[in-house]
Antibody, heavy 122, light 107 residues
């Protein structure tokens, strides 16, 4: 059974950075891509970026390209999302989600982490 | 970016009702359209991918149709577990984008 377990809630000050982890189990980590999606309070879902878990290459949404880093540690079967230059508008639940494929083609998300709340407040 | 517009934004329905949710893309996206269900306090769950293919384990009362710019999610006979918010998502072009959601509430 596929499980994605994320790190816990974080409170950060404006201009700080946050790094969220996503530990995968129940499948071969390098066989599927991982995405990061966020959801601000009461809002819809917003895609942030994609990681090829085998090769480590990434595709980012232009909105986040300047301040987002998605990475992975294959030995730990863990993906990471680091967002810098935080503002109050980054307050959201951040989800990792597994792609149905490894390649970036018609991506859809067949398993999700439980979400990590990041609160940005002075 | 490709804009995804869902309608209605919310609806009230009774157990056993047939419910239809629509999703319109700002440009043609072929069948690169997926549907998710999100219950309060939970992560989204994939229901249908590539417009009409039911994800494993999803009840057959859910169905999807459409291509190009107009898509539909239908729940044939609404059950208590189905009261949730539903989102469409396009994967035709990066950045991937979601609709604004449709909240299905109990009448």
């Amino acid at each position: 059974q596929v499980h994605l377990v994320q790190s816990g809630a974080e409170v950060k000050k404006p201009a700080a950075s946050v790094k969220v982890s996503c530990k995968a189990s129940g499948y071969t980590f390098s066989d599927y891509a991982i995405h990061w999606v966020r959801q601000a309070p009461g809002q819809s879902l917003e895609w942030m970026g994609w990681l090829n878990a085998a090769m480590g290459n990434t595709i980012y949404s232009p909105k986040f390209r300047d301040r987002l880093i998605i990475s992975r540690d294959t030995s730990a079967t863990t993906a990471y999302m680091e967002l810098s230059g935080l503002t109050s508008e980054d307050t959201a639940v951040y989800y990792c989600a597994r792609d149905r494929r490894l390649s970036f083609w018609a991506p859809s998300f067949d398993s999700w982490g439980q979400g990590s709340l990041v609160t940005v407040s002075s | 970016d490709i804009q995804m517009t869902q309608s209605p934004s919310s609806l009230s329905a009774s157990i056993g009702d047939r419910v239809t949710i629509t999703c319109r893309a700002s440009q043609s996206i072929s069948t690169f359209l997926h549907w998710y269900q999100q219950r309060p306090g939970q992560a989204p769950k994939l229901l249908i991918f590539t417009a009409s293919i039911l994800e494993n384990g999803v009840p057959s009362r859910f169905s999807g149709s459409g291509s190009g710019t107009d898509f539909t999610l239908t729940i044939r006979s609404l059950q208590p577990d189905d009261f949730a918010t539903y989102y469409c998502q396009q994967s035709y072009r990066s950045p991937l984008t979601f609709g604004g959601g449709t909240k299905v509430e109990i009448k």
